[in-house]
């Protein structure tokens, strides 16, 4: 049977709270290396 | 199985048959037939398909299952955590005058006194460590660089105690700039200083007109000789804070840094984010250009179209994945130059939001702050939860004067998402 499923993306293997600071409102995170 | 109560479905750009499944809880995407949406449900998958899907956080057992996992999600990543983390605002003064400062009137010539600075030691010192092998600071202001020798005396304390644990020492600045030069960052490098957070509001008579010198001349020029000359003994984080009037001008901006030889190779990430005005006692007076809500829609589009352009010159920005607020974190503490402790930086200036401070120690803040107030029907069973989490208290209490209760996010994410989503897939993040 031909392969129906393309992955686009792999899941994020380590998700973590906040490392840092986020600007206040936005869901997307500065962070820090 | 059945497709996951955190599974968006966006159209396919390449073809009317296919779509893209996008878990907000890993972070992962497919393209697959619309044929397979009613294979799922009606338990048609092959076994391949199914664990391919499963793994991928797709599909689901049941809801119970995954109410119960978002239940206990922030708990599962505060037991993984390795480090113990601290925000410290050194001073609330500044070499620049803002115009959109959201410290606002709280600044002035206040700085972190050596009471306070040795209180902050001992309550480092008190934290507990068992399973920890790392202590992160954040230096922050006011303008952290005006307090040098402070950053100096802390950091050679905390990493004599980190050093005699066994563990890390490694700070960060989120600085204007303005003093980053090649001898400050060589100084405090030995210390730990690992990276640096530096604003540029735009191209030159933007970020000029925004950021200016407390005298009035421009800062761009003064803050882009240091990054041209620092930028290969630190990592550089650059963001940017913009209007609804400006926006359209930020991609100028990074044409100038690749035309100073601040391309990717040398800047470590970049980030634009809408100024959000401060509505409380603190703001200043003489600006409301930026939003009052995530909501309306020109952020979302703004959001979107500084990312694309920030991708397409290949430098790095933070992936669309869950990423629960600071607050949540239980061994991160943000104290202010008095000794206050806080869990945002946006709170401090306001007694009722401390948590307690560095004489007397941390008292229980999860009710008075809310951080509880997403475990409902609504938000447990929102597609968009694991990036949202509440929201924002900060944005909370300036708009309704209170933590309780949630930030809904969703007609943002409504709006935001799917053009994330695809560049994510776009540029392979």
């Known amino acids: 049977m031909e392969k129906r499923i393309v992955v686009l993306k792999k899941a994020v293997e380590k998700v973590e709270i906040i490392d840092g600071l986020c600007c206040f409102g936005s869901f997307i995170p500065y962070l820090w290396g | 199985m059945k497709l996951s109560r955190y599974t968006k479905v966006y ?53 119970g299952e995954e109410r119960q996992e978002m239940l206990s999600y922030i708990q599962d990543l505060n037991a993984r955590d390795r480090s113990v983390k601290f925000i410290v605002v050194l001073n609330l003064d500044c070499n620049l005058a803002c115009r959109y400062c959201f410290e606002g009137t709280r600044k002035g010539k206040k700085y972190l006194s050596d009471e306070v600075a040795a209180r902050f030691i001992d309550f480092v010192r008190g934290r507990d460590y068992e399973e920890k092998d ?80 407390k005298g009035g001349a421009g800062s761009f020029d003064v803050i882009l000789r240091n990054l041209c000359e620092s930028a290969d003994m630190l990592r550089i984080q650059i963001g940017g804070n913009f209007t609804q009037g400006n926006y359209r001008n930020f991609p100028l901006l ?26 409380s006692e603190f703001a200043l007076p003489d600006f409301r250009d930026g939003c009052a809500s995530m909501d309306e829609p020109w952020v979302a589009e703004a959001a979107a179209l500084l990312r694309e352009e920030v991708l397409k010159r290949g430098y790095a920005t933070p992936k669309t994945m869950p990423s629960p607020c600071l607050m949540e974190r239980d061994h991160s503490f943000v104290m202010d130059q008095d000794g206050v402790l806080f869990k945002c930086p946006g709170l401090i200036g306001r007694p009722g939001c401390a948590i307690g401070d560095v004489r007397s120690g941390v008292r229980p803040y999860r009710e008075s702050h809310g951080l509880d107030d ?56």
């Open chain 2, 374 to 429: 997403w475990k409902n029907d609504d938000c447990l069973t929102c597609a968009y939860l694991p990036l949202c989490f509440g929201g924002c208290k900060y944005l909370k209490l300036l708009r309704e004067n209170s933590m309780r209760g949630v930030q809904c996010q969703k007609s943002y994410f409504d709006r935001v998402l799917g053009p994330l989503v695809a560049q994510d897939i776009r540029y392979g993040l």
């Open chain 2, 134 to 213: 790392e202590i992160r600071i954040t230096f922050y202001g006011g303008e952290p660089l005006l307090s040098v020798d402070r950053i100096t005396g802390i950091s050679e304390q905390v990493r004599r105690f980190a050093d005699g644990r066994g563990i890390r020492y490694r700070f960060s600045l989120v600085t204007n700039g303005v003093l980053l030069t090649p001898q400050a960052v060589k100084r405090l490098r030995p210390l730990g200083l690992a990276s640096a957070k530096v604003t540029l509001d735009g191209p030159k008579d933007v970020h000029d007109s925004f950021r200016p010198f």
């Open chain 2, 11 to 63: 159209p396919s750009p390449t073809s009317a048959d296919s779509v893209i499944l996008f878990s907000t809880k890993r972070a992962s995407a497919v393209l697959i037939p619309k044929d397979i949406l009613a294979d799922i449900e009606a338990g048609r998958l092959t076994a391949d398909e199914q664990a391919e899907l499963a793994g991928l956080g797709l599909i689901a057992q049941g809801d």
């Open chain 2, 254 to 279: 990074l044409d100038a840094l690749q035309e100073r030889g601040l391309g990717p190779d040398r800047i470590a990430a970049v980030k634009f984010d809408p100024v959000v005005n401060e509505s």
